[in-house]
């Protein structure tokens, strides 16, 4: 499996960015995906993730109501539409799938088996 991620770009503060991860390979629709970005100077972080039916969805705290992540598996793409951005969102965001399709610790990046090459966004005040 091979991901793409695309969408980041510049923004103001309390504007939208909507990001997309899309994916080679037809059993991607079996896949757990999730966001994570990593901001200069720290560590990769959990942003949100989805199960392959996109019935169970998680945010890290930090974005939760702000931030959507949705998936279509007839285009095997997952979206992340982020409102309402804050300059702590600039981060280059990655997105990653987990071939096990597991509902247990999404927020671990060591359970994701493919990384996408990630997307800058920076946000401005």
Same mark, same amino acid.
């Given at each position: 499996?091979?991901?793409?991620?695309?969408?980041?770009?510049?923004?103001?503060?309390?504007?939208?960015?909507?990001?997309?991860?899309?994916?080679?390979?037809?059993?991607?629709?079996?896949?757990? *995906?999730?966001?994570?970005?990593?901001?200069?100077?720290?560590?990769?972080?959990?942003?949100?993730?989805?199960?392959?039916?996109?019935?169970?969805?998680?945010?890290?705290?930090? *974005?939760?109501?702000?931030?959507?992540?949705?998936?279509?598996? #007839?285009?095997?793409? *997952?979206?992340?539409?982020?409102?309402?951005?804050?300059?702590?969102?600039?981060?280059?965001?990655?997105? #990653?799938?987990?071939?096990?399709?597991?509902?247990?610790?999404?927020?671990?990046?060591?359970?994701?088996?493919?990384?996408?090459?990630?997307?800058?966004?920076?946000?401005?005040?």
């Amino acid at each position: 499996v091979q991901l793409q991620a695309s969408g980041g770009g510049l923004v103001q503060a309390g504007g939208s960015l909507r990001l997309s991860c899309a994916a080679s390979g037809r059993i991607f629709s079996s896949y757990r *995906v999730g966001w994570f970005r990593q901001a200069p100077g720290k560590e990769r972080e959990f942003v949100a993730s989805i199960i392959w039916s996109g019935g169970t969805t998680y945010y890290a705290d930090s *974005v939760k109501g702000r931030f959507t992540i949705s998936r279509d598996n #007839a285009k095997n793409t *997952v979206t992340l539409q982020m409102n309402s951005l804050k300059p702590e969102d600039t981060a280059v965001y990655y997105c #990653a799938a987990d071939k096990s399709g597991s509902y247990y610790y999404p927020a671990r990046a060591d359970r994701y088996d493919y990384w996408g090459q990630g997307t800058l966004v920076t946000v401005f005040s």
